[in-house]
């Protein structure tokens, strides 16, 4: 079956931009994370949603936000970009309490 | 809050050596430990969980409580192994949300 995809793989905003990310999870699995990956700080939590629903949430500015549609498929939107922003953004899927599956990420660089 | 702790950033051994991968969280609960794996080019896929007690690929890891511990060992590493390694918790009630170490890259010398 099809991994988790996620769109665009690479893209190159302005400071002050807003971006949105999109990913589609495994068929069948309802809850979507994001994680944000740079090489000073690694892998952190955003968000988390299942059914729609906000579950958790890391320790992100406002300007981070996501939301998840009905069939599952989820966003995630940065308002404001700022340079610190630049990152790799992983989207990841699972059907509840099972493993937990990542895409290839989201390349996002703020000039 | 959790936190999980990778104290090697590089770790570099030849063919045929033991490797052993370090990971130390806090946690004062019962978290699930994981081992996430990312070679060159490709997405980050899951290694093994502590609770499935599983051998991947010749790895093993084993949870000691005591010393808050779940380290990586393979007794003879291959150069294909060459990747970078996670180490990761969750927590119950958390849902799915991960809380990874800083990640440690294994280079396996030919």
């Known amino acids: 079956k099809a991994g988790v995809t996620q769109t665009p793989r690479y893209l190159i905003k302005t400071r002050g931009q807003q971006v949105t990310l999109s990913c589609s999870p495994i068929?069948?699995?309802?809850?979507v994370s994001w994680y944000q990956q740079t090489p000073g700080q690694g892998l952190q939590f955003l968000f988390e949603?299942?059914?729609?629903?906000?579950?958790n949430k890391g320790n992100f500015p406002g300007r981070f936000s996501g939301r998840q549609f009905s069939n599952s498929r989820s966003e995630m939107n940065v308002s404001t970009l700022e340079l610190g922003d630049s990152a790799l953004y992983l989207c990841?899927?699972?059907?509840?309490?099972?493993?937990?599956?990542f895409g290839e990420g989201s390349w996002l660089t703020v000039v | 809050a959790q936190r999980v702790t990778q104290p090697e950033k590089l770790l570099s051994v030849f063919k045929g050596a033991p490797v052993e991968l370090k990971c130390n969280y806090s946690?004062?609960?019962?978290?699930?430990l994981f081992w996430y794996v990312q070679y060159s080019r490709q997405r980050l896929q899951l290694l093994l969980r502590?609770?499935s007690r599983e051998s991947i690929k010749g790895f093993t890891a084993d949870l000691n409580k005591g010393e808050t511990s779940f380290h990586l060992k393979k007794p003879f590493a291959q150069e294909e192994d060459s990747a970078m390694y996670y180490c990761?918790?969750?927590?119950?009630?958390?849902?799915?949300?991960?809380?990874f170490g800083g990640g440690t890259r294994l280079m396996v010398k030919p």
């Open positions: 990841a899927s699972s059907s509840n309490g099972n493993t937990i599956y």
């Open positions: 068929s069948g699995h309802r809850s």
């Open positions: 949603y299942f059914s729609e629903t906000q579950r």
């Open positions: 946690y004062s609960g019962s978290p699930e």
């Open positions: 502590h609770i």
């Open positions: 990761a918790l969750s927590v119950p009630g958390a849902g799915n949300m991960l809380t």
